[in-house]
C-alpha cells in the first residue's frame, strides 16, 4: 500500500496512517471493525475541503470496513424547507457524493452506536473521530479507538487499519483522577453540566467516577433505544469531550472496563476532584441570562435517542409551539419515531425531527436564527463560537415551554 502498488487513493491514505504511527510511536497497526469520519459539513470543509475529497474519489480509493459519516450541515430532504441557501447545499451534496463514491454510508450521525449495523463490541479497534462518539465507545461500549481527525479516519477505512497507540492500549486507558460527585443530578442538563466541569477539571485525562452509580439509572444492556442511563451519559461523555478533551471515562460498577478491571484502574495517588454543585457549569453555559425570546429550541446533541424524541411527543401532545423546535437524529432513529406516530405529533405542535444534521454544523445564522435554547452542553458550549447565536442552557422542560411560548421562563 505505501508503495503506490494499490493506487494512488490507497497509498495517500497509507502514508497518513503509517505518519501518525511514526509520530506516536506506534509499535505496528491494528486492524479497524468500523469507522466514523466527522468534517463533513460544507460550513468546515470549504472548497478546499470538497476539492481534497474529490480527489481521492477520483484517484479509486474505497473503504475497506464499515464506514459511517458524522452529521453534514443540512437534513438531505428537507433542506430548502429549512431555508438552507443553494450555495450551501449544492457543494455540501458534492461532499457527501464523495464520500459515497469512496463506499462511506451516509449515516450522518454522530449516534452511530444507535444505527442497526455493525455495532461496535466490547474490545473492538475502532477508528471513529467524532468526539462525542468517541467518548460513547470507549467508555460505554468498552471499544478501542483514538479520537481520530477527519483524514485520518478516512485513511484508516481506506486501508482498514490505523496505528496502534493511545487508547488502542490497555495501558493508557486507567485513570488520572478520580471523581466523587456531590451535586444532585436532576436532568439531562444537570449531566451536561458535570460533564463540562469534569472536563474542564481533567482535560485529556480519563477521570472515574467514583459514585456517580448512586445516582445513575441502571444502564441496560441493549443501549440502542438510548433511555435515561444511556441519554444522561451521552450528553455528559460530549460536554466532557468537548470542554476537555476527554475520550474516555470509568463510572464505578457501571461501564465494562469498570466492571471487568475494577481496581486495577486506579492508583492511590490519583488526584481527587470533587463537584459540589455546578453553579459554575451553569454559569457559563446560560451565560446569555438577559436573553428570553427564542428563536430556535434545539433537542439532540449529540443526535437524540429514540427515548429522548418519546419525552418530546409525550410533552408536546395536544400544544402547539411558537418558535422553531428542532429535534436533530439520525435518519434511522427518525424512521423509528415516525413509524412510533412520534413524528406526527411533533409536526402537529409544529416542530420538526431533523435528521443528517445538528443546530452546530448547520449555517443557522443564515437563516435568522440569533438566539437558542438548548438542554445539551455542547451545543451550548460550540454554537456561540461557530453561528454567533446567544444561548440559553436549561432542562428538557424548560426547553419544551420555551418552544411553546417563545420565551426562556422564568426561574
Ligand atoms: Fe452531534 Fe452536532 Fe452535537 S455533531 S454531538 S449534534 S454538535
Given at each position: 500500500?505505501?508503495?503506490?502498488?494499490?493506487?494512488?487513493?490507497?497509498?495517500?491514505?497509507?502514508?497518513?496512517?503509517?505518519?501518525?504511527?511514526?509520530?506516536?510511536?506506534?509499535?505496528?497497526?491494528?486492524?479497524?471493525?468500523?469507522?466514523?469520519?466527522?468534517?463533513?459539513?460544507?460550513?468546515?470543509?470549504?472548497?478546499?475541503?470538497?476539492?481534497?475529497?474529490?480527489?481521492?474519489?477520483?484517484?479509486?480509493?474505497?473503504?475497506?470496513?464499515?464506514?459511517?459519516?458524522?452529521?453534514?450541515?443540512?437534513?438531505?430532504?428537507?433542506?430548502?424547507?429549512?431555508?438552507?441557501?443553494?450555495?450551501?447545499?449544492?457543494?455540501?451534496?458534492?461532499?457527501?457524493?464523495?464520500?459515497?463514491?469512496?463506499?462511506?454510508?451516509?449515516?450522518?450521525?454522530?449516534?452511530?452506536?444507535?444505527?442497526?449495523?455493525?455495532?461496535?463490541?466490547?474490545?473492538?479497534?475502532?477508528?471513529?473521530?467524532?468526539?462525542?462518539?468517541?467518548?460513547?465507545?470507549?467508555?460505554?461500549?468498552?471499544?478501542?479507538?483514538?479520537?481520530?481527525?477527519?483524514?485520518?479516519?478516512?485513511?484508516?477505512?481506506?486501508?482498514?487499519?490505523?496505528?496502534?497507540?493511545?487508547?488502542?492500549?490497555?495501558?493508557?486507558?486507567?485513570?488520572?483522577?478520580?471523581?466523587?460527585?456531590r451535586a444532585r443530578l436532576k436532568s439531562?442538563?444537570?449531566?451536561?453540566?458535570?460533564?463540562?466541569?469534569?472536563?474542564?477539571?481533567?482535560?485529556?485525562?480519563?477521570?472515574?467516577?467514583?459514585?456517580?452509580?448512586?445516582?445513575?439509572?441502571?444502564?441496560?444492556?441493549?443501549?440502542?433505544?438510548?433511555?435515561?442511563?444511556?441519554?444522561?451519559?451521552?450528553?455528559?461523555?460530549?460536554?466532557?469531550?468537548?470542554?476537555?478533551?476527554?475520550?474516555?471515562?470509568?463510572?464505578?460498577?457501571?461501564?465494562?472496563?469498570?466492571?471487568?478491571?475494577?481496581?486495577?484502574?486506579?492508583?492511590?495517588?490519583?488526584?481527587?476532584?470533587?463537584?459540589?454543585?455546578?453553579?459554575?457549569?451553569?454559569?457559563?453555559?446560560?451565560?446569555?441570562?438577559?436573553?428570553?425570546?427564542?428563536?430556535?429550541?434545539?433537542?439532540?446533541?449529540?443526535?437524540?435517542?429514540?427515548?429522548?424524541?418519546?419525552?418530546?411527543?409525550?410533552?408536546?401532545?395536544?400544544?402547539?409551539?411558537?418558535?422553531?423546535?428542532?429535534?436533530?437524529?439520525?435518519?434511522?432513529?427518525?424512521?423509528l419515531a415516525e413509524e412510533a406516530g412520534?413524528?406526527?405529533?411533533?409536526?402537529?405542535?409544529?416542530?420538526?425531527?431533523?435528521?443528517?444534521?445538528?443546530?452546530?454544523?448547520?449555517?443557522?445564522?443564515?437563516?435568522?436564527?440569533?438566539?437558542?435554547?438548548?438542554?445539551?452542553?455542547?451545543?451550548?458550549?460550540?454554537?456561540?463560537?461557530?453561528?454567533?447565536?446567544?444561548?440559553?442552557?436549561?432542562?428538557?422542560?424548560?426547553?419544551?415551554?420555551?418552544?411553546?411560548?417563545?420565551?426562556?421562563?422564568?426561574?
Amino acid at each position: 500500500m505505501l508503495a503506490g502498488e494499490m493506487g494512488a487513493g490507497v497509498q495517500r491514505a497509507m502514508e497518513i496512517v503509517f505518519t501518525l504511527g511514526r509520530i506516536y510511536g506506534a509499535p505496528d497497526l491494528v486492524p479497524v471493525t468500523h469507522v466514523q469520519i466527522s468534517g463533513v459539513s460544507y460550513k468546515n470543509l470549504g472548497d478546499a475541503g470538497v476539492e481534497f475529497l474529490e480527489r481521492w474519489a477520483d484517484e479509486g480509493a474505497r473503504v475497506r470496513v464499515p464506514t459511517m459519516l458524522n452529521p453534514m450541515g443540512m437534513e438531505e430532504s428537507s433542506w430548502r424547507d429549512m431555508g438552507i441557501p443553494e450555495e450551501f447545499a449544492l457543494p455540501q451534496m458534492a461532499v457527501v457524493d464523495a464520500f459515497v463514491r469512496m463506499g462511506v454510508q451516509p449515516t450522518l450521525s454522530c449516534t452511530p452506536y444507535f444505527l442497526p449495523r455493525g455495532m461496535p463490541k466490547r474490545g473492538d479497534h475502532l477508528a471513529w473521530a467524532e468526539s462525542s462518539a468517541v467518548v460513547f465507545a470507549n467508555s460505554i461500549l468498552g471499544a478501542y479507538t483514538n479520537r481520530e481527525g477527519g483524514p485520518g479516519a478516512l485513511a484508516a477505512a481506506i486501508v482498514g487499519r490505523t496505528s496502534r497507540y493511545g487508547l488502542h492500549l490497555d495501558e493508557n486507558r486507567v485513570a488520572t483522577h478520580v471523581i466523587r460527585v456531590r451535586a444532585r443530578l436532576k436532568s439531562i442538563a444537570d449531566y451536561g453540566a458535570l460533564g463540562y466541569l469534569v472536563g474542564k477539571a481533567v482535560r485529556d485525562g480519563v477521570p472515574y467516577f467514583e459514585d456517580l452509580a448512586e445516582q445513575l439509572p441502571l444502564l441496560s444492556g441493549d443501549i440502542s433505544g438510548g433511555g435515561d442511563a444511556v441519554d444522561r451519559l451521552k450528553t455528559m461523555g460530549a460536554a466532557m469531550a468537548a470542554s476537555g478533551s476527554i475520550a474516555l471515562y470509568h463510572v464505578a460498577g457501571v461501564t465494562p472496563e469498570a466492571v471487568e478491571r475494577g481496581g486495577d484502574l486506579l492508583r492511590d495517588d490519583l488526584p481527587v476532584v470533587e463537584i459540589a454543585t455546578l453553579d459554575r457549569a451553569y454559569a457559563f453555559l446560560d451565560r446569555d441570562s438577559d436573553v428570553r425570546e427564542i428563536d430556535l429550541v434545539s433537542i439532540g446533541c449529540p443526535h437524540a435517542s429514540l427515548g429522548e424524541i418519546h419525552l418530546i411527543a409525550d410533552y408536546l401532545r395536544g400544544k402547539s409551539v411558537h418558535t422553531r423546535l428542532w429535534i436533530t437524529t439520525s435518519r434511522w432513529v427518525k424512521r423509528l419515531a415516525e413509524e412510533a406516530g412520534l413524528g406526527e405529533v411533533i409536526r402537529e405542535a409544529g416542530g420538526k425531527i431533523v435528521a443528517d444534521t445538528c443546530t452546530v454544523v448547520a449555517p443557522i445564522e443564515t437563516i435568522g436564527v440569533h438566539t437558542m435554547a438548548t438542554n445539551a452542553a455542547k451545543a451550548a458550549w460550540y454554537a456561540p463560537a461557530h453561528s454567533g447565536v446567544k444561548v440559553r442552557y436549561g432542562s428538557l422542560e424548560q426547553c419544551l415551554e420555551a418552544a411553546v411560548t417563545g420565551l426562556w421562563p422564568d426561574g
